[in-house]
C-alpha cells in the first residue's frame, strides 16, 4: 500500500510523451517540484523502472497502461491521459486498485468547430475544387455553384459540446441552424430543434454530425439520409468515423447529388503518419479531407494540459474526483486548516461505513465532515477529522477488510 502522507516535494510526478510544458508549469507553481518529463514514452524495463515510484502519471494515447506495465507502478495515485481517449489505460484495473484517470473530454471544442465552420465556407465556395484543379494547372474562374453562408441553413446532428459553439460561429455568420439531438437541448441564439434527423435532412444546405460513436450513431448517415438532403448540398463528419457509410457517401458524391463534402474521421485510419492512407473519397476534388485533427491545435494542447494538471492537482491536494472517467466523483471543499483529511478508498459492500466510524467513534475521534461516493465495485469515503496523520487510527483504518487505500492530508 502506498504511504498514508506525501509531503508535495516528495510526490513524483513523472509527465511522457511530450505533454505540454504548461502541465509541468501548473504542478510547479503549486510547490510541486519532483517533476520527471520525457519526450516520449522509453520501452518496456526502462518504463517500467520510470513507473514503479511514480506517484502521478501523465501520457498521452501512445503509452500503454495496463498488463505489465500497470503492474510495474507499485505508487500509483493517480493517472491523467493529456488527451480525449482513455483506451490506452486499463481502466477497471485502475479503479480495483484506486487509482482515479482524469483526461480532457472538451478541450478541443473549440478547434473543431472552427476547423468545420471553415470547411463550410470553402465547400460552399467550391474551393476544393478549385483548389485542386489550381494545382494541376487548371484555371477555373466561375461564380457558378459558389456561394455565401449569410442566409443558408446548417444541420447539426448532435448539439453537444462541438454542434452548439459550431452553432454559434455559424450564426455569426448569418447562416440559420437547425439541430437535432436525442436529449432535450436548449436552443442557442435563433437555432431552431427539430424532431428527428429525416426532418432535418430535407431543411438544410450542409449537414454537420457531431455525436458520439454509438450502436444509434454507427452507419447513421447511409444511402437513405442523404437522398434525404437537397440536391447539391454538403457533408461534414468531424465526429467518428463509423457514423457515415464511406460506400453511400462516394455513391452519392459520383452522382452529384451531393456537391461536396469534408471528412476528419475515417472508419479506418492510419496506425501512424508513417502507414498510408486509404480513401475511396480521395478520386473527388470536391471533397476535402484532413488527417483526423479537427481538435488537433496549440491552443487545445494548452487546454488539454491545463485542464488535466488541474485535476490532478486537485486530487492530489484535496481529494476531489470531479470528472474521473473511472472512479467515484467527488467533488471537495478545501481543507480546514484545523482539520485532517482522511481518504478511504474500498470496495463497495455492506457494513464498510460502520466500520470506518467504528474506527473513529471507537478513538473518541469527532468526524467533522463526511463525504462519500461509490462506483461499481468501488467506494470513495472521505473525512474531515479532529487528528493528525500520525495517528493510529489512520493505520487501523487499513486493516478493515476491503481497504484498497487510504491516503491522509493536513
Ligand atoms: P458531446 O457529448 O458534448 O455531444 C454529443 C451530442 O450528441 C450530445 O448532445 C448527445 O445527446 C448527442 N447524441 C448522442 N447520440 C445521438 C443520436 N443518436 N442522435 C442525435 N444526437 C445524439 O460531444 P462533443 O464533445 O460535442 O463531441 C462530438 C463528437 O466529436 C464525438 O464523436 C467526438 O468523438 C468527436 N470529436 C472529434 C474530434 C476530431 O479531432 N475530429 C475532436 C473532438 C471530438
Known amino acids: 500500500m502506498a504511504k498514508l502522507s506525501l509531503s508535495k516535494e516528495k510526490i513524483k510526478v513523472v509527465l511522457l510523451e511530450g505533454v505540454h510544458p504548461d502541465a509541468e508549469k501548473l504542478f510547479r507553481a503549486d510547490g510541486y517540484d519532483n517533476i520527471h518529463t520525457y519526450r516520449s514514452t522509453p520501452h518496456d524495463d526502462e518504463l517500467r523502472e520510470i513507473l514503479s515510484d511514480t506517484h502521478i502519471l501523465g501520457i498521452r494515447s501512445r503509452t500503454q497502461l495496463k498488463g505489465q506495465n500497470l503492474e510495474a507502478c507499485d505508487k500509483l495515485m493517480a493517472v491523467g491521459t493529456f488527451c480525449i481517449g482513455t483506451n490506452q489505460v486499463d481502466l477497471e484495473t485502475c479503479k480495483n486498485q484506486g487509482i ?5 473530454p472538451f478541450s478541443n471544442t ?11 465556407i470553402l465547400l460552399l465556395r467550391g474551393i476544393p475544387e478549385k483548389n485542386a484543379k489550381a494545382h494541376r494547372g487548371e484555371w477555373q474562374k466561375s461564380a457558378v455553384n459558389s456561394n455565401e453562408t449569410r442566409g443558408k441553413t446548417l444541420g447539426i446532428v448532435g448539439f453537444g459540446h462541438i454542434g452548439s459553439q459550431l452553432c454559434i460561429l455559424a450564426e455569426a455568420m448569418g447562416m440559420n441552424v437547425k439541430y437535432c439531438d436525442i436529449e432535450n437541448k436548449l436552443p442557442l441564439g435563433n437555432s431552431e430543434a427539430v424532431g428527428s434527423l429525416a426532418e432535418l435532412l430535407p431543411q438544410v444546405d450542409v449537414l454537420s454530425v457531431h455525436v458520439p460513436d454509438t450502436e444509434l450513431t454507427r452507419q447513421m448517415i447511409g444511402a437513405k439520409e442523404l437522398a434525404l438532403l437537397p440536391e447539391g448540398s454538403f457533408l461534414v463528419n468531424a465526429a467518428r468515423g463509423h457514423i457515415v457509410v464511406i460506400e453511400d457517401l462516394v455513391n452519392a458524391l459520383r452522382s452529384g447529388h451531393l456537391h ?29 479531407l484532413t488527417p483526423h485533427i479537427g481538435g488537433s491545435t496549440q491552443e487545445a494542447q494548452v487546454n488539454i494540459a491545463n485542464e488535466v494538471a488541474d485535476k490532478l492537482i486537485k486530487y492530489s491536494n484535496n481529494g476531489s474526483t470531479s470528472s474521473a472517467v473511472n472512479f467515484p466523483e467527488v467533488s471537495l471543499p478545501a481543507l ?13 459492500k455492506p457494513g464498510m461505513l460502520e466500520q470506518i466510524n467504528h474506527a473513529f467513534s471507537s478513538q473518541k475521534i469527532n468526524i467533522a465532515a463526511m463525504y462519500l461516493q461509490t462506483s461499481g465495485d468501488v467506494g470513495y469515503v472521505i ?28
Not at 100 to 104: S, Y
Not at 110 to 120: C, D, K, N, T
Not at 336 to 348: F, G, K, Q, S, Y
Open 100 to 104: 482515479p484517470v482524469f483526461n480532457a
Open 110 to 120: 473549440r478547434s473543431v468547430a472552427e476547423l468545420v465552420m471553415a470547411e463550410i
Open 260 to 288: 461536396g463534402a469534408a471528412i476528419d474521421v475515417f472508419p479506418e485510419e492510419p496506425a501512424s503518419n508513417q502507414h498510408p492512407f486509404t480513401s475511396p473519397l480521395t478520386e473527388f476534388d470536391n471533397v476535402i
Open 336 to 348: 480546514h486548516p484545523d482539520l485532517t483529511r482522511v481518504m478511504h478508498i474500498h470496495a463497495n
Open 383 to 410: 473525512m474531515d477529522v479532529n487528528c493528525e496523520s500520525s495517528d493510529p487510527i489512520v493505520n487501523r483504518l487499513k486493516d478493515i477488510e476491503g481497504t484498497i487505500r487510504v491516503r491522509v492530508l493536513h
